[in-house]
Structure formats: C-alpha cells, structure tokens
C-alpha cells in the first residue's frame, strides 16, 4: 500500500533563516506530487506541483522553492525565511489524474 | 467568483441529525469530485468521491452530484459528535494536474 511521510511536524524558524521540507512516498511510482499551504483558519493554497523528477510548477510567486530530486522525493525550500511563511505546509500525492489526494500528515512552521 | 465555494458556517447540528453540507464550482471542465474531512490542527482526509450525476453512498456519507446546476453536496446521517470538523469540497480543474479546493465547512454536532 502507499504512504506518504512528511517530516518534521513542527518547526519553529527565526526571519532570514533557510527552510527545507521533505516529503517521500512509498509503494507507488512516478506519482503527482503537491506542496499546499494553510495559514490559520484560511483554505489549502496550492503552492507547487510536480508531474514528474525535475518538472516543478509554482502557483504563487514567493521566496518559497520546490524541488523533485528523485521520483517520490518532493522537497520545498526556502533561503530567507519571512514571518508570513507562517502556516501549516502540507505535501500530498496522486497517482492518476482526476484521483484524489492523499495527504501527508503536515509540518507546521512558526517563524518568529 | 471562486472555483469552487463553500459556506463556511460554522453548521451546527445535533447529534442524530443529518448535517447537510454544499458547495458550487465554477469549470464546467471538471469531472471528478471530492470530500475532505479536517480536524482541528490536522491534515485532510478523503472521505468521498464522486464523478457521475446523482447519488454516491458510503456508510452514513452521501455525496450528491448536479453537473447542470455546478452542485456538489454531502450529507451526513446520524451525525455524531466526533463528525465535527471542517469539511473542504475540491474539484479537478478541467484538464489539468490540479485539485482545487473550497475554504471548508466548519461543521459542530452537539450532544
């Protein structure tokens, strides 16, 4: 069966440090991979997706940057960090277009 | 207009009751259908799917499909205390990689 694990669940980052989040799926291959953020009591704002090693897409231009280094790795990042980083970062994962999500358990970032 | 909207509510009901939740979205391209149920300070969680018009049931899950009228539903039977959640309607965008979701339903049974 497939996972997802996504790590660390909770951060807590200075302003003007560097961000690195990672997400691995297990026991499927080439899948679709999402970055979403969730500011507190806001709806999922897509931030970047993956169809395959090295094809990112980004939503929303920001600092933030992602990356596909292996077929189930998707890693977001960051440089500098900015107070509005704030939120709960959640990565998840399709395998067929049109199927849903299944969604990793989360990392929420506090930056102060 | 926003893809797809929700109420945000919060809809409260008591338990036993059916807790009836919407959401209208805006591509007519889209196709397939979903329900997320999101705890307080976890990540969401599939609960429904649908793709056809009409009536998709699953335990004590309803979701209801009308392509003509962009209208998607759930309906919750037998609500309980532990259905209380926010509840995220998405829909695939037309022809693309990209589920797009509403802002959620808060729902809140009460005993």
């Known amino acids: 069966s497939q996972t997802i694990h996504q790590w660390p669940a909770t951060l807590v980052q200075p302003v003007g440090s560097p961000l690195s989040l990672e997400c691995t799926v297990e026991?499927?291959?080439?899948?679709?991979l999402y970055w979403y953020r969730q500011a507190a009591g806001r709806g999922l704002q897509l931030l970047f997706y993956?169809?395959?090693?090295?094809?990112i897409s980004s939503e929303v231009p920001q600092n933030l940057s992602a990356s596909r280094p292996q077929d189930r790795q998707f890693i977001l990042s960051s440089k500098k960090l900015l107070l509005s980083d704030s939120g709960f970062y959640l990565c998840?994962?399709?395998?067929?277009?049109?199927?849903?999500?299944?969604f990793g358990s989360g990392t929420r970032l506090t930056v102060v | 207009q926003k893809e797809v909207e929700q109420n945000s509510g919060p809809l409260s009901v008591p338990e036993g009751a059916i807790a009836s939740l919407n959401c209208t979205y805006s591509?007519?391209?889209?196709?397939?259908f979903f329900w997320y149920r999101q705890y307080s300070g976890k990540s969401p969680e599939l609960i429904m799917s649908?793709?056809?018009?009409g009536d998709k049931e699953d335990g004590r899950f309803t979701a209801q499909l009308n392509k003509a009228s962009q209208y998607v539903s759930l309906l919750i039977r037998d609500s309980q205390p532990s259905d209380s959640a926010t509840y995220l309607c998405?829909?695939?965008?037309?022809?693309?990689?990209?589920?797009?979701f509403g802002t959620g339903t808060r729902l809140q049974v009460f005993p």
């Open positions: 998840a994962w399709s395998d067929i277009r049109g199927d849903g999500y299944t």
């Open positions: 026991g499927t291959s080439n899948p679709n």
């Open positions: 993956s169809v395959g090693i090295g094809q």
């Open positions: 591509d007519r391209g889209s196709q397939s």
């Open positions: 649908i793709y056809s018009n």
């Open positions: 998405a829909a695939w965008r037309g022809n693309t990689d990209k589920l797009i």
